[in-house]
């Protein structure tokens, strides 16, 4: 198991220095530079803008840039962003909870919804409900995200007024940014009324980031939850005698979340890309609006690292699903 | 028995008081984060907004709602024969923001003053170096050249010695660049090694007390007790960050803001008839233009650059973009309020007829492709770029000419521009200190042709020297009519479609007090309040 | 003599049906696939013909008549069947016109995807030593980032319009035809058959092409149509970021960028081409599903 895991790991090494390569090299090739963009339409002293790019270390030959971003990565040092000149690891950790906060609730609705939806489709195979959730979980899976927000928006907050437009929070509450996750910070502050409406604010990002997950997962426990049902230990299971919620909810059902899992652990990535399109539509103050904005002003700190720091994250949740599942299946352990 | 009444009035009580200490702020739906809070390190107005306005003072001001300069940390000046030299005495007795991070010894005086600009101007200052861009304002205002020295000469007195005579001069010194700093602050930062604090936890003399950024969702102040003009109405301020106007609409709605910066003009008519709601509004110091490029071949005839400014249909234009009554459409580079704006000249009337004539003796064949360079996001001075994009090459196509529209990315554009790869481009310009000066130099002169932020690299010398002139020139009569003159020759030369000057508009509750819209796109909440 | 072979023949086929028919009759088992057909025939028809379907210039700019509403609405014009957009512009006739650019993209970017995605899956799955991991390393990394900012770096790097959008799709959607095709050559490489041909002396590339490729196409050709119609909602998102096709050419999503400045007054201008997306898209994944239970019925219960 041990050298299983080591192996796994080796691997993920040169993939590293991939990404901070592919990164590097790619905001590097946009044009336009980020003094220019920070000057605007204003005038640009040619010699202000030797200047300052002298300063910012970008008047170096590319080798030698990509070697100074090595090297201070070696020693944890993300750099500090142009534009802010604030730390990036700064602004990345302020931000990354909201995202995070968001693409939990997305999950934890999408999992929910979908294991509840996925398993009663299996059971009543071929039923009216069957066919339902499978054809809007295919409905779902087709949805272009931005324009679904947009809907919600226009029914439920404009029209309805049922839920808030957009933001985290209500803006009369004041409450100090301890965790970054507006749920916790909310009941630390001891403000129940703002936790209630932190909630009220998660619905609707939550429902949208959280429909292609959903229509995944419910599509994924239909199809693993019929396989298990065929097996011989459900057969076992029904003729011992035991209660039939037990034999679905126990027997098949912990079965059967295997691969589901695995597609869960794959939508991570999913989950962070969706976050981008998400959090501009609701204003939500999170990464993936931080990166778009980035890579619009030329950012190359923030670009660089903080598409590490995602990427980063999907190979972790990658590696730890695949270790899990080399637990669960020794048959994957033992292949190269 | 009486004790359940008793509790439940001690408990009234204290909720009374917990209220009373937590006092509804005055929050305010702005359009984006600041970069920052050294306020000399950045040049957007969503900055100065957030961080010039309400934490600094500069030794002038502009007296609200206006362009006129009055006087602010400096009580008065005096200004040489020569123009060549400003002498500023401070007003006494103004105290820099108390905080936990920071508490003052002395009030504001002449070393404040001097390192403020020293730390700009002088290269060999400590501070000088540690901005790693620089001070991008102060030097794309030429301040590097302008400023031959700043000193103390007593404890109340600042002397600024020019290199040349500058009319702007004061206006200048009204700008957010021109920020004074605590230099006893500056000091204890430098020796405790956390300069980076000047950046995060700013210190000034302003309205408003920085308490807390909460990084794209809002910046919370609470009012200076001790501000030299009376303590802000509002005890605290928050900017709260909504990117999109649609949401900042929204939430002045529901009351969550009770201001709504920069509302989209479609939603004017809507807001003025909601009950709970009103509008100020005010003719904006901005201009959106479409540069012709005069290098390109037969851009470079005046006949082609004519001819499309007959084809283009100027009112439709401004009511799709603004709607009616929201914008003007522009005659001149620059808008009527300013200095100098000559009345006298008038778009003509759309002519296809003649537009096609003057292309034909141009010798333009049918068919021919111009580029339009335009961004893919809105601005203050033209809310959808795409769209007005797209009712030009409507229009062109009308007479024989297609527009090949290239939507970029902003800083793309601006590049590709400055190249002057462009055969026309869509841009804008809004004024930041009232002076006609500060549209034409930067966008017309023939130095701005050189090194293409004059996106219509046309480079005319009469005009030049009518700006050049009109620079030297104090008489604001006298200056007045050599711009007068200068448009003149700018509408001969027709380098740009001039398009429309902006309406501003705030959008706020029926219930706020005190807020003055300010013609310099700067917002200040130091009178403003919620009754 | 003859006579009767040809009898036999007929009854031959009568016994095994020609695999198009057959895989005609699983697929038409599937009732959505075959509704997801009709639509996306109806989709194609209007593509091919759009021109004389629409009723109007998709870019002819009716200026007095900014944003009607649906003709069965107040206010609504029988000329302009679904409203017209913030310009005056026909609704209807720019979403068929708009059928024919998210086709194209669609189409070429899965072609753009497939070819090399296949070539480097070969050679991924025939090279195990040095440059399969090599391949699926570069794979792994491009997995890694997020697919929309990837793509939206690419267009800012090549500058938005048409090819640049479909380019951009391309490279996002690359690793995924790589790591099935290697898993499908991988699986194959065992079979006796190609043990056969290699002992027959097929060089690599009839070896690669002819003998192992053909019996990976069934999960490609799946993958393919689903990433048809991801590529359909790729470029969608990069253009209501702003960064699609160039105006006025009208592509849906491009369409739905500006919509979000109508949502209180303009439904229509909101919500059709949003539609309009979600049913072609969810058109071709029931065409997809219907794939795959007639192409490979191992596949059936995946998700």
């Given amino acids: 198991m041990f050298s299983f895991i080591a192996r796994r790991l080796g691997l993920l090494i040169p993939t590293f220095f991939g990404i901070t390569l592919l990164t590097f090299a790619l905001i590097r090739m946009i044009p336009g530079d980020p003094v220019e963009v920070m000057m605007g339409e204003r005038r640009v002293d040619p010699e202000m803008h030797a200047q300052a790019m002298e300063r910012l270390g970008l008047n170096k030959p590319l080798y030698a840039q990509y070697l100074d971003y090595i090297g201070k990565l070696a020693q944890g040092d993300l750099g500090e962003s142009l534009r802010t000149r604030e730390s990036v690891w700064t602004e990345f950790s302020s931000l990354f909870p909201a995202t995070l906060e968001l693409s939990m609730a997305a999950l934890l609705f999408a999992g929910i919804l979908g294991l509840l939806a996925g398993v009663i489709a299996a059971l009543k195979r071929g039923s009216l409900f069957d066919h339902g959730v499978m054809g809007i979980s295919l409905a779902g899976y087709s949805m272009p995200i931005f324009w679904w927000g947009l809907i919600l928006i226009m029914f439920f907050s404009v029209s309805l007024g049922w839920t808030p437009v957009s933001g985290r929070i209500d803006l009369l509450y004041d409450i100090e940014p301890k965790t970054g996750f507006m749920l916790i910070d909310t009941l630390l502050a001891d403000e129940p009324g703002a936790f209630l409406d932190a909630l009220h604010h998660l619905i609707l990002p939550a429902i949208v980031l959280g429909t292609i997950p959903l229509a995944v997962i419910a599509r994924m426990t239909r199809s693993s939850m019929l396989e298990v049902l065929r097996e011989d230990y459900i057969r076992t299971a029904k003729a011992k005698g035991l209660s039939p919620s037990r034999v679905v909810f126990v027997h098949g059902l912990r079965n059967a979340l295997i691969p589901v899992l695995t597609v869960v652990g794959l939508q991570v990535g999913t989950l962070l890309a969706g976050a981008v399109l998400t959090e501009t539509i609701f204003s939500w103050p999170g990464i993936g609006k931080w990166l778009i904005e980035a890579i619009g002003a030329r950012d190359y700190p923030v670009v660089q690292n903080g598409i590490l720091l995602i990427a980063c994250l999907v190979i972790l949740v990658n590696f730890v699903v695949d270790i899990l599942y080399g637990f669960a299946n020794p048959r994957i352990r033992h292949q190269r | 028995m009486n004790m359940i009444p008793l509790r439940a009035a001690i408990a009234a009580a204290l909720l009374s008081v917990a209220v009373g200490a937590t006092a509804k702020p005055l929050v305010v739906c702005t359009e984006a984060s600041p970069e920052g809070f050294d306020m000399v390190q950045y040049t957007t107005a969503v900055t100065a907004d957030a961080v010039a306005e309400t934490i600094f003072n500069r030794l002038a001001d502009f007296k609200p709602g206006t362009t006129e300069v009055i006087p602010a940390l400096a009580e008065s000046w005096d200004i040489s024969d020569d123009g060549l030299t400003y002498t500023f005495h401070l007003r006494k007795g103004v105290k820099f923001h108390t905080t936990d991070y920071f508490k003052p010894t002395r009030d504001m005086n002449a070393d404040d003053v001097v390192w403020s600009f020293q730390r700009q101007l002088d290269p060999n200052h400590p501070w000088h170096k540690l901005s790693s861009v620089g001070f991008p304002y102060f030097e794309s205002m030429g301040f590097k050249e302008l400023l031959k020295n700043v000193e103390k000469v007593d404890e109340h007195t600042v002397k600024f010695t020019l290199t040349r005579r500058e009319a702007p001069f004061l206006a200048d010194i009204a700008m957010a660049f021109s920020s004074i700093y605590p230099a006893e602050y500056a000091d204890q930062l430098l020796k405790a090694n956390k300069t980076g604090d000047l950046n995060s936890k700013p210190i000034g003399t302003g309205p408003f007390v920085f308490q807390r950024y909460n990084k794209d969702a809002q910046v919370r102040f609470k009012a200076n007790p001790d501000y030299f003009r009376g303590k802000p109405p509002a005890d605290a301020l928050v900017l709260a960050i909504a990117t999109d106007n649609n949401v900042r609409m929204q939430k002045l709605k529901t009351n969550e803001c009770q201001i709504a910066l920069y509302p989209k003009p479609d939603d004017i008519p809507s807001i003025k008839k909601d009950p709970n709601l009103k509008v100020t509004e005010l003719d904006a110091m901005t201009v959106s233009y479409t540069a012709m490029n005069t290098s390109h071949k037969y851009m470079s005839d005046v006949r082609v650059r004519k001819a499309i400014d007959l084809a283009f249909d100027k009112e439709a234009y401004v009511n799709a973009l603004f709607g009616k009554g929201n914008a003007t459409v522009a005659v001149n580079p620059y808008p009527p309020t300013l200095l100098g704006f000559n009345h006298d000249l008038k778009n003509p009337t759309r002519d296809l007829d003649k537009a096609r004539q003057l292309l034909k003796e141009a010798g333009v064949p049918e068919g021919t492709v111009f580029t339009l360079f335009t961004r893919n996001g809105g601005g203050p001075t033209n809310p959808n770029p795409m769209l007005g994009a797209q009712m030009m090459q409507a229009d062109l196509a009308k007479v024989g000419i297609k527009v090949d529209i290239r939507v970029m990315e902003w800083g793309e554009m601006l590049k590709r521009a400055k190249n002057g790869e462009h055969d026309m481009v869509s841009a804008g310009w809004a004024g930041d200190n009232g002076d006609p000066d500060n549209f034409l130099t930067p966008m017309l002169s023939c130095e701005a042709a050189k090194n293409g932020e004059n996106y219509a690299r046309w480079c005319n010398e009469k005009f030049q020297a009518l700006l050049d002139q009109a620079r030297a020139t104090v008489n604001p009569e006298e200056r007045a009519k050599l711009y007068e003159q200068a448009q003149v020759l700018f509408n001969q030369d027709q380098p740009w479609i001039s398009m429309a000057h902006t309406r501003m508009f705030t959008a706020m509750r029926n219930n706020v007090e005190g807020y003055v819209i300010s013609p310099l796109t700067t917002n200040n909440f130091a009178t403003t309040q919620v009754k | ?303």
Avoid at chain 3, 46 to 52: E, N, S
Avoid at chain 3, 244 to 271: C, F, H, K, N
Wanted: glycine fraction near 8%; include cysteine; charged fraction near 15%.
């Fill in chain 3, 1 to 303: 003599m003859s006579t009767p072979t040809t009898a036999v023949a007929v009854d031959q086929s009568l016994l095994y049906p020609s695999p198009y028919k057959e895989f005609w009759q699983a697929f038409s088992r599937n009732k959505g696939a075959v509704a997801g057909l009709l639509f996306m025939i109806l989709i194609v028809f209007c593509a091919i013909f759009a021109p004389w379907v629409a009723p109007h210039d998709p870019s002819e700019q009716y200026r007095d008549f900014l944003l009607t509403p649906p003709a069965w609405l107040e206010g609504g014009q029988i000329q302009f069947l679904l409203g017209t957009d913030e310009l005056g512009r026909d609704l209807l006739s720019r979403l068929i016109q708009g059928s024919r650019l998210s086709l194209l993209i669609g189409l070429s970017s899965v072609v753009m995807s497939l070819i090399p995605g296949i070539l480097l899956g070969l050679f991924a799955g025939f090279f195990p030593r040095l440059l399969g991991p090599t391949i699926m390393r570069l794979m792994d990394i491009m997995l890694a980032l997020p697919s929309l900012l990837l793509a939206v770096a690419i267009v800012a790097i090549l500058g938005p319009g048409l090819i640049n959008t479909v380019i951009a799709i391309a490279i996002v959607s690359l690793p995924s035809y790589v790591r099935l095709t290697r898993a499908a050559v991988m699986g194959e490489l065992n079979r006796d058959y190609v043990t056969a041909a290699r002992l027959a002396g097929a060089g690599l590339p009839r070896l690669m092409f002819i003998t192992v490729l053909p019996n990976c196409m069934a999960p490609l050709i799946v993958q393919a149509t689903l990433s048809f119609s991801s590529a359909i909602l790729d470029a969608a998102a990069l253009g209501f970021l702003g960064l699609g096709v160039q105006p006025p050419t009208p592509e849906w999503g491009t369409m739905l960028a500006s919509a979000r400045d109508y949502i209180e007054r303009a439904w229509w201008v909101v919500s059709l081409p949003g539609l309009t997306i979600l049913l072609s898209v969810l058109a071709i994944n029931l065409m997809g599903d219907g794939l795959r239970d007639a192409l490979d019925p191992k596949l059936k219960n995946a998700a």
